[in-house]
């Protein structure tokens, strides 16, 4: 049994950053976005939709420090059986009319699908005094503490 | 264009309370998950993958007071373009030999499929200070709030 998805519109990078473009179609499914700081925005791995991506099921050691295998759902890896990536990402601001969202980050090349958006919800998406292993105790607390941090020290992918 | 998923493992709902059941052939997948408190998990609201939950854009104030008609974009409904949904749930406890993860709480129904697990990472998953719009503003401002809030009087759908 398989499931179906559909991209509802792409990243694009350009000279002035980040944004989410939805297809003309999707652009309705935008309205009362407003007011929303934050967004989740799922997207596709697109590079790992293949054999080799998806049957992968452990990883060496993916960040410094980490232990030296790894179960992929103990990771962000983008290889992984269902290549769906999840950021939440900041909103700068939202163009109602041709459906962009810039966003002040993601990780994400150009043309990247995006698969859905979700208002990131306090309630839901939040967690006050989330535990973590003594490995990554170091990373940054939240979003707002990790754009300062220096990434390239601690991903081995 | 269309990506294809399958499912991971299902939401089981007991006596015993509630667990995710990994198909067998993904258990390594788990291996160095322990450490986390939270996880991330995607799955499929199984219920609204049909063509009219699929071609739902906007919804009737899906929450009390909220905008009359909403975007599915800013909202959780379940009838959204790509049926996915996700789930920021605290572990109970992780039996890596049958691939159970027991969990306080996921809005799932029994045998609902799950598509991915990713561990909850501050750096990436947890907004310090995110904005939400007048009309929510009264919710719980974390998962763990949430969890004595009375939500029955705040869901519409």
Known sequence: MT????AIGKVKN?????????????????????????????W?????????????????QPYQGA????????TRSPARPNPIALTASEIINIDFTKGMIRVAFI??????????????TPSFDRVEMPGVPTWCREWPKSTEASGCFDWGQVFNF
Not at 15 to 35: M, R, S, V
């Open 107 to 120: 990780d994400a090349n150009d043309n990247t699908p995006v698969l859905d958006i979700k208002p990131y």
């Open 44 to 60: 596709w791995f697109s590079d790992c939709d293949n054999d080799a991506g998806r049957n992968e099921l452990q990883t060496e």
């Open 3 to 6: 499931y179906q998805l559909k």
């Open 67 to 74: 232990p030296e295998v790894m179960g992929v759902f103990a």
């Open 14 to 42: 350009d000279e002035n950053g980040t944004c989410i473009q939805l297809e003309p179609g999707y652009i309705p499914g935008l309205q009362a976005l407003e007011g929303f700081s934050h967004i989740n925005v799922l």
